[in-house]
T-cell receptor
């Protein structure tokens, strides 16, 4: 019963490097989300995918791109990492208007 | 858009005490969830409670949708209850989050 799985769990990048955060869910949910959480703060929505084949910007999309690869997978890409993108990233999934389930998070540090 | 306010922002209690956390929201919602973020950063689902009352062990939650608030009750607090408690409500496919209540339970 994996739920929502994120990889990697930890990552250190140099400024300007790129990387992709992976998220997969096994609950057959339509909607998937990427959030970031800065120290001492709540979660802020980066991008979401209401259903397979669609993606939309959230509150803080600048510097990120996403791909809904299929119903199970939703990836987040940083094309040119900046220190301001140091954060904990959470992926979530749910059945449209229903209970959301979260992955364990990815701790990203950009130096 | 919908505003979500949580109170109190911080709460420090002795082990064994009871507590009530509040979540107010500014418009009608279809969905409300309570989460516990433990000191290791993991987000744990507590309740999915758009309306009514639910109980799970020492925790219970009540949402009064018509009055736009939800309450989370923690009874007989344990040190493992420490962390940040978030409520989140549904708006246009997005979850709108409160700023959280930071709970510290002292042994």
């Amino acid at each position: 019963n994996a739920g929502v799985t994120q990889t990697p769990k930890f990552q250190v990048l140099k400024t300007g490097q790129s990387m992709t955060l992976q998220c997969a869910q096994d609950m057959n949910h339509n909607s998937m989300y990427w959030y970031r959480q800065d120290p001492g703060m709540g979660l802020r929505l980066i991008y979401y995918s209401a259903s397979e084949g669609t993606t939309d910007k959230g509150e803080v999309p600048n510097g990120y791109n996403v791909s809904r690869l299929n119903k199970r997978e939703f990836s987040l890409r940083l094309e040119s990492a900046a220190p301001s993108q140091t954060s904990v990233y959470f992926c979530a999934s749910r059945e449209t208007v229903a209970e959301a389930f979260f992955g364990q998070g990815t701790r990203l540090t950009v130096v | 858009g919908i505003q979500v306010e949580q109170s109190p922002p911080d709460l420090i209690l002795q082990e064994g005490a009871n507590s009530t956390l509040r979540c107010n929201f500014s418009d009608s919602v279809n969905n409300l969830q309570w989460f516990h973020q433990n000191p290791w950063g993991q987000l744990i689902n507590l309740f999915y409670i758009p309306s009514g009352t639910k109980q799970n062990g020492r925790l219970s939650a009540t949402t009064v949708a018509t009055e736009r608030y939800s309450l989370l009750y923690i009874s007989s607090s344990q040190t493992t209850d420490s962390g940040v408690y978030f409520c989140a409500v549904d708006s246009n496919y997005q979850l709108i989050w409160g700023a959280g209540t930071k709970l510290i339970i002292k042994p």
